[in-house]
């Protein structure tokens, strides 16, 4: 009788234990939403292999779909998360930026021809000028809150409601088409490689952040700031200066999702490219158990938080929701896992789980 309160104690213990890690809830949500498509409909994890129009083999089916579309989540939720964790804020501008750094990209390949026969710059150049306006865009958010302190919501606001003319205005309002091919390779697939490059892309950037997180101390800085602005001034620390980095980093972001954006395509929508994704960015964030007031962090959490908001959004589609309804359906699925993941809900949980140990002894 003894060895079996001690094995339920044990089992309470772990889940107890397992329960108030961070990266439980995304998850669990990515477990959940696993297991419902696959009672509901067991063909959503079908992988087909096929041939583009080029002629070359290329994986289709939900999950790549997935894969896909998540990983320009992924590298948004990665700047996002540092943005967060150093200001306690959130940037609502990135889906404008996108189209900035979509619309420059363009302008730089095109010139002043919106429909020309060849590139007028290497795809390099283009993109690197691209992230170089976008981390320029970046630095007047990170200006905005870090040195004249206002508000992340508010700051970024002025480039959320002008961004998306600004990008019209760098083209003259034009619709530039890019007719080389090997444009389209960075936002769909490398001929004989059936995976979206976008996953590549995005394995590259969480390699990089991964060795940067672990190599310098950008984590025990931003966290720090985030945690307590004056005493880490008190510690020798710039708390205005993380802040600011942090915004250049989530620039960088914008402007490797703006290319696979338009290479998608080979073209641009200033109205419609990422419309909508900054609020999507921020539910990874928040979906990944990271506090929305800033400090501590987990990027693992918030990458996989990324990839479990595209699966429901692929679910929902996959159900035939209709798209102007799509936002209240993921705003309840949302507003559920992130009070799961709160602090105070997870130490209400263990404070049962602990009562039922000590019932359970007694």
């Given at each position: 009788m003894q060895g079996k309160d001690s094995n339920r104690s044990g089992v309470t213990s772990f889940f107890t234990k397992l329960f108030r890690q961070q990266i439980f809830i995304p998850l669990a949500a990515l477990v959940l939403l696993a297991v419902f498509n696959l009672i509901a409909d067991p063909g959503f994890f079908k992988i087909t292999l096929g041939y583009n129009s080029a002629?070359?083999?290329?994986?289709?089916?939900?999950?790549?779909?997935?894969?896909?579309?998540?990983?320009?989540?992924?590298?948004?939720?990665?700047?996002?998360?540092?943005?967060?964790?150093?200001?306690?804020?959130?940037d609502i501008s990135v889906g404008a930026a996108i189209a900035i750094s979509g619309s420059v990209l363009l302008r730089v390949l095109c010139g002043?021809?919106?429909?020309?026969?060849?590139?007028?710059?290497?795809?390099?150049?283009?993109?690197?000028?691209?992230?170089?306006?976008?981390?320029?865009f970046g630095a007047f958010n990170g200006v905005l809150v870090a040195y004249f302190k206002i508000q992340p919501m508010i700051a970024t606001l002025i480039l959320y409601t002008a961004g998306r003319s600004i990008a019209a205005w760098i083209n003259l309002n034009a619709l530039p088409i890019v007719s080389?091919?090997?444009?389209?390779?960075?936002?769909?697939?490398?001929?004989?490689?059936?995976?979206?490059?976008?996953?590549?892309?995005?394995?590259?950037?969480?390699?990089?952040?991964?060795?940067v997180l672990k190599f310098?101390?950008?984590?025990?800085?931003?966290?720090?700031?985030?945690?307590?602005?004056?005493?880490?001034?008190?510690?020798?620390?710039?708390?205005?200066?993380?802040?600011?980095?942090?915004?250049?980093?989530?620039?960088?972001?914008?402007?490797?999702?703006?290319?696979?954006?338009?290479?998608?395509?080979?073209?641009i929508n200033y109205s419609v490219i990422a419309k909508d994704i900054e609020m999507d960015a921020i539910l990874a964030v928040a979906l990944g158990g990271?506090?929305?007031?800033?400090?501590?962090?987990?990027?693992?959490?918030?990458?996989?938080?990324?990839?479990?908001?595209?699966?429901l959004t692929t679910t929902l589609y996959k159900f035939n929701v209709q798209s102007d309804a799509l936002p209240a359906?993921?705003?309840?699925?949302?507003i559920v896992l992130v009070v799961l993941s709160a602090p105070v809900v997870r130490d209400w949980i263990s404070g049962l789980a602990k009562k039922s140990k000590v019932k359970g002894v007694a």
């Open positions: 002629g070359n083999p290329v994986l289709s089916g939900f999950l790549i779909t997935i894969l896909d579309s998540g990983s320009e989540l992924a590298i948004l939720a990665i700047g996002m998360t540092l943005v967060t964790a150093a200001s306690g804020g959130q002043t021809d919106p429909r020309p026969e060849q590139l007028q710059a290497p795809i390099i150049v283009a993109f690197l000028v691209s992230c170089l306006v976008a981390m320029l080389e091919p090997s444009f389209t390779y960075f936002g769909e697939f490398i001929p004989g490689i059936p995976i979206p490059t976008p996953f590549f892309i995005a394995v590259a950037c969480m390699i990089i952040i991964g060795l310098t101390n950008l984590r025990l800085y931003t966290q720090a700031v985030g945690i307590n602005a004056n005493s880490s001034r008190l510690n020798g620390l710039n708390p205005a200066f993380i802040k600011f980095i942090s915004f250049v980093i989530l620039g960088l972001c914008v402007a490797v999702v703006g290319l696979i954006k338009v290479s998608r395509i080979s073209t990271n506090p929305l007031g800033g400090g501590k962090f987990n990027m693992t959490a918030s990458i996989i938080g990324a990839y479990v908001i595209q699966l359906y993921k705003a309840v699925v949302v």
